[in-house]
């Protein structure tokens, strides 16, 4: 069986990881066998951050709106479940938005859900 050199392919992997480690402090930046560790744990904590962020942002959104509908002297569940029954088909995103750069417009929205009821 023929004799296989691997230089190439190892460096070319190496350099992949080393290079993802860039940023790490000490020995996790420099040696291999520890970046290798370090990037896998990153990269898990990245795979289940993109999910989490979805998550911190949703509350977020909630926070601002229940904020907004309570100076308007409604709670958040009730305004969104009159929001529903008024066919006002905004996300949270939006509501959260026009909460907080548009007084005004999101005060219309209240107001518009209050007369619902």
């Not at 190496?14 to 040696?31: H, P, S």
């Not at 002297?73 to 905004?90: D, Q």
């Not at 548009?102 to 929205?109: D, L, V």
Request: no cysteine.
């Amino acid at each position: 069986m023929p004799r296989v050199t691997r230089g190439n392919k190892k460096l070319i992997r190496r350099k992949k990881i080393l290079a993802q480690a860039k940023g790490f402090w000490g020995a996790k930046r420099k040696n291999y066998r520890t970046a290798k560790e370090s990037v896998q744990r990153a990269m898990v904590y990245a795979y289940r951050d993109r999910r989490n962020r979805k998550r911190d942002f949703r509350a977020l959104w909630n926070v601002r709106i229940s904020a907004a509908v309570n100076e308007a002297g409604m709670s958040y569940s009730v305004f969104m479940h009159r929001l529903k029954k008024a066919h006002i088909l905004l996300n949270r995103k939006m509501l959260a938005n026009l909460a907080a750069s548009e007084p005004e417009t999101f005060r219309s929205i209240v107001d518009k859900a209050k007369s619902v009821a």
